[in-house]
Nanobody, 129 residues
Framework: QVQLVESGGGLVQAGGSLRLSCVVSGRTFNNYAMGWFRQAPGKEREFVAAINWSGGSTYHADSVKGRFAVSRDNAKSTVYLQMSSLKPEDTAVYYC??????????????????????WGQGTQVTVSS
């Protein structure tokens, strides 16, 4: 059974930083790309960032580019999302997602939710103004 467990969310003031973590079990972590998505109240889920199996390629949504950075530690089966210069509009539940196909990487198309088959339970990030 594949499990994804996020942590690191919380309440932070605008301009602050947080680092989210997502630990994966039940699958060979270093064979798969990983993604981060978020969903704010009353809004649709949106793509945030993705990283390929090796960590050598990443893709970030324009809304977070230059402020957020996705990374991974394959030895720890963990993917991270470092968030800096946070804004109130970053407030959302953040989810990590596990790519469905081993070795796949679609570059700028990695934002498609259909490319992922397992999701974490989410962690709340609240940015106060």
């Amino acid at each position: 059974q594949v499990q994804l467990v996020e942590s690191g969310g919380g309440l932070v003031q605008a301009g602050g930083s947080l680092r989210l973590s997502c630990v994966v079990s039940g699958r060979t972590f270093n064979n798969y790309a990983m993604g981060w998505f978020r969903q704010a109240p009353g809004k649709e889920r949106e793509f945030v960032a993705a990283i390929n199996w090796s960590g050598g390629s990443t893709y970030h949504a324009d809304s977070v580019k230059g402020r957020f950075a996705v990374s991974r530690d394959n030895a720890k089966s963990t993917v991270y999302l470092q968030m800096s210069s946070l804004k109130p509009e970053d407030t959302a539940v953040y989810y990590c997602a596990h790519a469905a196909v081993a070795g796949s990487w679609y570059g700028v198309d990695q934002y498609e939710a259909s490319l992922y088959d397992y999701w974490g339970q989410g962690t709340q990030v609240t940015v106060s103004s």
